[in-house]
């Protein structure tokens, strides 16, 4: 970031009748005084007529000797102002680089306030003003000792003309003292994230005797990949006795496994504070890392943050990153050469760190987890309460994969039928005991539209196409009966295309007007332009549940995001009666869990030519879920087990 100086010179070229702060009247010339010849310090032979005062033209020559040094050193040219000192500019210019390097100025002002000026010799007093990187403003007073050479008036330099502490060979610094990082909450209160004692895993690559063992423990021992090990310890400049940081794991961890770690040589575990989850893995994606800060998140976070401080890299533990850390203790400290500390320049107090509570819920996301383990293809699975929205759960698999969860936008497919056969339902292009038809396949708008298979089903109850997931159906409540403006409607009611405050980043489902009647057919079937996130996905069986859409969220205290949205309490009802024929007689028949009451809808979703999604959105007790499985094929035999899954986790969970 280019730093932007400014220099305010406070005095006014002298003239008669002016009064500086040396009580010396610029006009008046003493009479009768007695004068001696001295030698100035840090000068041999130059004379100087003590406590006499000068004449206008000699103060107005050193007032703008220190003037173009202040400004030089505002506008951040040390050389020039190092050009305006009479001995010593190497040593001006290297003391002026390491006071802005070690305090990262930036909007530096330099303003004359004062001289008391004499024949030969005086001083001009200045006050600083500054923004310090990682602390902000700061001001300190300073003066200038100026002597008359034969080459003109010039700074008599000394450390001390940039600070009056400042001594030769002393360093100054800031010390930061972050406090303790506050944890992430689950909904009743216990920590799912927290500061607490882990241990570094370095690899010190010049020790290593056997690469293989070493990758092949650390991914055993740790879940640490061999190509982050590798490309870490290929990183430029890495020297062979270097500690290079792959990793860390809970000390309970390196307690149960310190033989083995132990054994490895080439890798060291050093103690170390760090982020503890409750169990792994536990909402890795949406609770987040910690890692050492970037230049995107130092120039994002600004002050007080430093290029050595270890922040949020991702998740909750990024989007919360300032509330989670507080503000550090800071102090601008001077060291002489001895390491002593001879001077504190500034200091600010730390402000606490704040817990955040979110809406998740123990038991329910260590079920999500459990449901997701199995699965080889990338997946994600969210959880939320039917009559908040609140999150509950959230998964994504794999692990070292984006969070597909929150942010993977995916064409809805078939789940998508209970947003049009509510509008339906809503603007009575439809009873809920309307007769339909759903032939094997249709034509709307010239694109035709088939069943799986090409199945007839004739004309059947409207509940029955539901459960059937009758592409041919819906494709043609969206094309002919339904109006367009109502279908897209009733999609934004339902969250599409609002903005999610979610705890994170989230992104809500995106439904663009159709632009002709064969768009409006596939959007009505969840294909076309329709893209949703599961996240999202999940709260619009718990709007069909609940008779409200609530915005999903991961905060216990969300602020302010997109309102509730009511729907039909006579289509809700119905549709509720559709989502459970899809699971007792229809093609969700997999999500069935004896005993239970279960209500969904299937989805299988064509993206890229030749991949199809699969999806289940669906309502068990108090909960509303989403499950998609990338490249999975048919919702039904796809999703749907793993909904049947997670209910009987739940179940086991609760005691049930």
């Not at 496994?257 to 132990?262: C, G, I, L």
């Not at 947003?419 to 708008?445: K, N, W």
């Not at 539901?466 to 999609?491: H, K, P, R, Y």
């Not at 989403?626 to 749907?640: D, F, K, N």
Request: proline share 6%.
């Amino acid at each position: 970031m280019r730093r932007l100086f400014a220099i305010a010179v406070a005095t006014a070229l002298v003239t008669s009748g002016c009064v500086w702060a040396g009580g010396a009247d610029d006009t008046t010339t003493s009479t009768g005084a007695s004068t001696t010849t001295t030698s100035a310090p840090g000068q041999t032979g130059v004379p100087t007529t003590a406590g006499l005062p000068l004449a206008d033209s000699e103060r107005r020559e050193a007032l703008s000797a220190a003037r173009t040094y202040l400004s030089a050193w505002a506008d951040g040219d040390h050389r020039a102002a190092a050009a305006t000192v009479a001995t010593g500019q190497g040593e001006a210019e290297a003391v002026l680089d390491a006071w802005q390097e070690s305090l990262a100025l930036h909007d530096l002002a330099l303003t004359i306030v004062g001289d008391e000026l004499f024949v030969g010799r005086g001083t001009v007093s200045f006050e600083a003003e500054a923004t310090v990187g990682g602390i902000g403003p700061w001001q300190w007073s300073g003066s200038l000792s100026m002597i008359d050479t034969e080459d003109g008036w010039r700074i008599d330099w000394a450390p001390s003309a940039v600070h009056p502490d400042l001594d030769d060979g002393d360093l100054v610094e800031i010390i930061r003292e972050w406090p303790i990082r506050a944890p992430i909450l689950a909904a009743d209160g216990r920590p799912l994230s927290a500061t607490g004692q882990q241990r570094a895993i370095g690899v010190v690559p010049g020790w290593i005797e056997d690469l293989d063992t070493v990758l092949s423990e650390l991914e055993d021992l740790a879940g640490i990949s061999p190509d982050h090990v590798t490309s870490e310890m290929a990183r430029p400049g890495v020297q062979a006795d270097w500690f290079v940081q792959v990793g860390e794991v809970d000390e309970s961890v390196y307690s149960a496994y310190q033989e083995r770690f132990d054994a490895l040589v080439g890798v060291e575990m050093r103690p170390v504070e760090g982020r503890i989850s409750i169990t792994r893995p536990f909402a890795d994606h949406v609770l987040g890392t910690m890692g050492p800060i970037t230049p995107e998140i130092l120039e994002a976070l600004g002050p007080p943050y430093s290029g050595f401080d270890v922040v949020g890299r991702s998740g909750l533990e990024l989007a919360h990153e300032r509330s989670l850390a507080g503000t550090p203790a800071q102090e601008i400290r001077i060291v002489n050469k001895y390491g002593r500390v001879t001077s504190s320049l500034y200091s600010v107090e730390s402000s606490e760190s704040e817990p955040l509570r979110t809406t998740l819920d123990v038991n329910t996301q260590i079920a999500a987890e459990a449901a997701l383990d199995g699965s080889r293809l990338p997946a994600s699975l969210v959880v939320v309460d039917i009559e908040t929205g609140a999150v509950r759960a959230v998964v994504s698999r794999p692990l070292d994969g984006f969070d597909r969860a929150v942010n993977g936008l995916y064409p809805p497919g078939s789940t998508f039928k209970l947003v049009t056969v509510l509008a339906a339902l809503e603007t009575d292009a439809l009873e809920d005991d309307s007769l339909v038809e759903c032939p094997g396949s249709i034509v709307v708008g010239g694109l035709r539209i088939q069943n799986a298979g090409e199945r007839d089903l004739g004309t059947i109850p409207l509940g029955t196409s539901v459960a059937a997931s009758c592409n041919t159906t819906f494709a043609w409540l969206g094309a002919e009966a339904i109006a367009s403006a109502d279908l897209v409607a009733t999609a934004e009611r339902l969250g599409y295309g609002s903005n999610l405050v979610a705890g994170v980043p989230a992104v809500a489902g995106t439904f663009p007007e159709p632009l002709d009647t064969a768009e409006r057919g596939a959007a009505a079937i969840g294909q076309g332009r329709v893209l949703i996130t599961p996240f999202h996905a999940a709260s619009i069986p718990a709007a069909i549940m609940s008779g409200t859409w609530h915005a999903p969220t991961l905060l216990a205290e969300p602020g302010s995001g997109p309102s509730d949205a009511p729907l039909d309490p006579a289509a809700a009802a119905a549709i509720q009666d559709f989502m459970l024929q899809v699971v007792t007689t229809g093609t969700g028949q997999n999500a069935a869990v004896e005993g239970e009451i279960v209500r969904g809808k299937t989805g299988s979703a064509e993206y890229g030519g030749d991949t199809t999604h699969a999806w289940f959105v669906g309502a068990w007790d108090d909960l509303a879920l989403a499950v998609v499985v990338e490249g999975g094929g048919g919702g039904g035999s796809a999703a749907a087990p793993i909904a049947a899954d997670f209910i009987e986790r739940m179940i086991a969970l609760r005691g049930g």
